[in-house]
Nanobody
Framework: QVQLVESGGGLVQAGGSLRLSCSAS????????FGWYRQAPGKQRELVAA???????NYADSVKGRFAISRDNAKNTVYLQMNNLKPEDTAVYYC?????????WGQGTQVTVSS
């Protein structure tokens, strides 16, 4: 089992920045990919960014150049640095971890960007 706890969400003005953290515990050695997803009201959950165990990253087109995902393996923590935030980035952000057999989710953290 893997437990994920997100932190760092909040209210920010458009153009501002936030850094989300996802602290993982448990059988973290089994995790191949960490990802950040978001879900806005009335919309489907979507992938924002992902990072593999080898450090490869991919991003949704809507956040390329503004968001950066990183991981600190020593701390079992994954980060999402979000810059130049826009009102359309408002959503609940979820941390995701994928092992060979399981898919784990955190409880989510709210990000609200005011115009």
């Amino acid at each position: 089992q893997v437990q994920l706890v997100e932190s760092g969400g909040g209210l920010v003005q458009a153009g501002g920045s936030l850094r989300l953290s996802c602290s993982a515990s448990g059988n973290t050695f089994s995790i191949n990919v960490f990802g950040w997803y978001r879900q806005a009201p009335g919309k489907q959950r979507e992938l924002v960014a992902a990072i593999s165990s080898g450090g490869s990253t991919n991003y949704a087109d809507s956040v390329k150049g503004r968001f950066a995902i990183s991981r600190d393996n020593a701390k079992n923590t994954v980060y999402l640095q979000m810059n130049n935030l826009k009102p359309e980035d408002t959503a609940v952000y979820y941390c995701n971890a994928v092992s060979r057999h399981y898919d784990y989710w955190g409880q989510g953290t709210q990000v609200t960007v005011s115009s």
